[in-house]
T-cell receptor, first 112, second 112 residues
Framework: NAGVTQTPKFRVLKTGQSMTLLCAQD?????MYWYRQDPGMGLRLIHY???????AKGEVPDGYNVSRLKKQNFLLGLESAAPSQTSVYFC???????????FGPGTRLLVL | GNSVTQMEGPVTLSEEAFLTINCTYT??????LFWYVQYPGEGLQLLLK?????DKGSNKGFEATYRKETTSFHLEKGSVQVSDSAVYFC???????????FGKGTLLTVNP
């Protein structure tokens, strides 16, 4: 099993550009999550999904959109990137909310 | 709402020293408690967990006990190794909240 994979690993964007981060999991998990990690802030939840076709907002959803068209994939979109979105983005998945979340290796995004 | 407070780092120890990283939490009901570890350049991975009061989670020589009376889940290891150098995150999951609530992380450096 690959677990949770993320693409790309690293990306540089200019302000105003758009991009999509892809997360895939092969564990048949219902729940998927997108977090961002910033120095001194821990991890903050951006959006999450409780199943195929569903999405919901987390703590810091502004400037991001998500889609869960297939159970195994969870996409995070930035429509118009801003320097404040420079961060490391982690995807995670779990069977149920109170159980272990499995994390991907992260995507490092730099917005100039 | 839920919150996690963990000891500020960085923590620097010599090999074979005793490690304690304090973690306290605020939550309604009976949350599950976790310690995640993040090695340099990688995503988070579960280190140990406990799902009810007085449970002890353990893995790789690390231990933590779920103390409801003191709302704590302190991480301990009797003899640290250089390979334990990483960032450690305390987290909780509970209530009707789907997300993991993370502490801000504690950077541990172990010197030979």
């Amino acid at each position: 099993n690959a677990g949770v994979t993320q693409t790309p690993k690293f990306r540089v964007l200019k302000t105003g550009q758009s991009m999509t981060l892809l997360c895939a999991q092969d564990m048949n998990h219902e729940y998927m999550y997108w977090y961002r990690q910033d120095p001194g802030m821990g991890l903050r939840l951006i959006h999450y999904s409780v199943g195929e076709g569903t999405t919901a907002k987390g703590e810091v959803p502004d400037g991001y959109n998500v889609s869960r068209l297939k159970k195994q994939n969870f996409l995070l979109g930035l429509e118009s990137a801003a320097p404040s979105q420079t961060s490391v983005y982690f995807c995670a998945s779990s069977y149920v909310p109170k159980e272990t979340q499995y994390f991907g290796p992260g995507t490092r995004l730099l917005v100039l | 709402g839920n919150s996690v407070t963990q000891m500020e780092g960085p923590v620097t120890l010599s090999e074979e020293a005793f490690l304690t990283i304090n973690c306290t939490y605020t939550a309604t009901g009976y949350p599950s408690l976790f310690w995640y570890v993040q090695y340099p350049g990688e995503g988070l991975q579960l280190l140990l967990k406990a799902t009810k009061a007085d449970d002890k989670g353990s893995n790789k020589g690390f231990e933590a006990t779920y103390r409801k009376e003191t709302t704590s889940f302190h991480l301990e290891k009797g003899s640290v190794q250089v390979s334990d150098s990483a960032v450690y995150f305390c987290a909780l999951s509970g209530g009707s909240n789907y997300k993991l609530t993370f502490g801000k992380g504690t950077l541990l450096t172990v010197n030979p």
